[in-house]
Structures are given as structure tokens and as C-alpha cells.
């Protein structure tokens, strides 16, 4: 799927959090790598690994990505987060945050997502995910889920479900709005 872009394409950090995903951050650094051919601003690559055992970060150096190690006990989702955003260069102006085990449904996702940015209002947007079949159960529930909706299925109260709040997976903020609220 892709969907419409603009022109507008700043530099951005992608802040990627894995624990043992070797197998997944490969395809979606592919898919990343794909949409760096076309993307006029800086794509900055970030992979905060909590103590993974089979080697995601080789696949990160081999694909030029930073790499920033945290241990379990350190480890919370916003902690992830905010440890990657935190090694963004200062002249970034958005984020693409996600995760190893899963891939954003759209093979355009940067430019689709960073169009939104244009306007100084938005601080985020969020995409679609296929998770990948190392994904948690509510990944892929979640994903069962959002198709459902997209096909226009009615939930089990006859009313037809909505997609409900930005996650952290898939997800792009403008990084003034994060380092204002971190």
C-alpha cells in the first residue's frame, strides 16, 4: 500500500526498540532502507536493544544504525523511547518510533506520515502495523483488530469499533513537541 505524499521531508530520527528481534529489525530495516532512496531529508537510525541474546545489533551497525544498549531492569516503553530520542541530532525535526517485530503497513510511511507535519499543529501521527510472527499476542490482536475496522466489521455490541489512541509503535512526533513533554 502507499498513500499520498507531499514535498515536505525534514530530517528525521527513526528510534527503533528490539529485544531479540534479528529477524524482524532485518525486514523493516530493509523497508527503511527502500524508502531512503527517495527521501530528500536525513534518515537517522536508532536501535535501543534491551540485553537481546540473538544479534539485532550486527544488523543495525551493518545497516548504519546507531545503537544504544538498556538493560531489562532499566527497561519501561517510554524509557525506550525517550533514551532513542534522546540521541537525536539537533537540526531533526521529527520522529519515526517503532519497534523490531513488527512492519508499518504503508511501504511509504516515512513521507506519508511526515506530510502531516506541515501543518505546526500536529505533534503526531500513527500507522497501521503488520506484526511480525515474533510479535506479542496483543500485537496481533490488536492488528486483527484494526483490519476488522477496515473492512467495516461490527463488534460483538453491533457497533462498529474505532481505532482509538496513538501507540508507540508506528508512530511519528515532532521532536520540539517531545522535548517539551518528554
Not at 536493544?49 to 544504544?68: I, K, L, Y
Not at 486483527?144 to 469499533?161: A, E, F, N, Q, T
Amino acid at each position: 500500500l502507499q498513500a499520498d505524499i507531499s514535498n515536505y521531508e525534514p530530517n528525521m530520527a527513526i528510534v527503533i526498540r528490539t529485544k531479540n528481534d534479528k529477524k524482524g529489525i532485518s525486514r523493516l530495516l530493509t523497508h527503511i532502507v527502500a524508502q531512503r532512496l527517495t527521501y530528500k531529508g536525513r534518515l537517522d537510525v536508532i536501535v535501543v536493544d534491551t540485553e537481546s541474546e540473538d544479534g539485532p545489533q550486527d544488523v543495525a551497525r551493518a545497516f548504519g544504525a546507531a545503537v544504544v544498549p538498556i538493560t531489562q531492569d532499566e527497561f519501561s516503553y517510554p524509557k525506550s523511547i525517550n533514551v532513542g530520542l534522546q540521541e537525536s541530532k539537533p537540526d531533526v525535526e521529527t520522529a519515526f518510533i517503532t519497534v523490531g517485530h513488527a512492519q508499518p503497513a504503508l511501504s511509504n510511511c516515512l513521507k506519508s506520515g511526515v506530510r502531516h507535519f506541515e501543518d505546526k499543529r500536529v505533534a503526531g501521527t500513527f500507522g497501521t502495523i503488520i506484526p511480525h510472527e515474533n510479535a506479542s499476542i496483543g500485537e496481533k490482536l490488536l492488528f486483527s483488530d484494526i483490519m476488522r475496522i477496515r473492512k467495516g466489521v461490527k463488534s460483538l455490541r453491533g457497533k462498529r469499533p474505532s481505532l482509538g489512541d496513538m501507540g508507540a509503535t508506528n508512530c511519528m512526533i515532532r521532536l520540539a513537541t517531545w522535548k517539551k513533554y518528554p
